[in-house]
């Protein structure tokens, strides 16, 4: 199982960027799949998920309305289209795989629950 996380750079507040996470090995319907983020000196925290939440997508609440996750099972790839941009939003990005969660909890957020982890890709937000 491999996951290639692409589409990060720079970008100045109040931008936008579109991640790719393509995913080779293993069927995308039949997982979860998610973003996460580490920031400097910060603790690898969630972003939002697909096939995670009563077997749909879930978000932080802090970044619901501004990020928008979706798949496309024939490219196999998940995208995370981000809006509006802050320099809080710096990070490294990173994609997972892990079962999906047909429970309409937040489960489907917890980085414990992935498996199969990206090499990461840079976004830095600054003017």
């Known amino acids: 199982v491999q996951l290639q996380a692409s589409g990060g750079g720079s970008v100045q507040p109040g931008g936008s960027l579109r991640l790719s996470c393509a995913v080779s090995?293993?069927?995308?319907?039949?997982?979860?799949i998610a973003w996460f983020r580490q920031a400097p000196e910060k603790e690898r925290e969630a972003v939002a998920c697909?096939?995670?939440?009563?077997?749909?997508?879930d978000y932080v609440d802090s970044l619901k309305g501004r990020f928008t996750i979706s798949g496309d099972s024939a490219k196999s790839t998940v995208y995370l289209q981000m809006l509006s941009l802050t320099p809080e939003d710096t990070a490294v990005y990173y994609c997972?795989?892990?079962?999906?969660?047909?429970?309409?909890?937040?489960?489907?957020?917890?980085?414990?629950?992935?498996?199969?982890w990206g090499q990461g890709t840079q976004v830095t937000v600054s003017s």
């Open positions: 090995g293993l069927r995308l319907d039949d997982y979860g």
């Open positions: 997972a795989a892990g079962p999906p969660n047909y429970f309409t909890d937040s489960a489907g957020l917890r980085p414990g629950r992935y498996d199969y």
């Open positions: 697909i096939h995670c939440r009563g077997g749909g997508p």
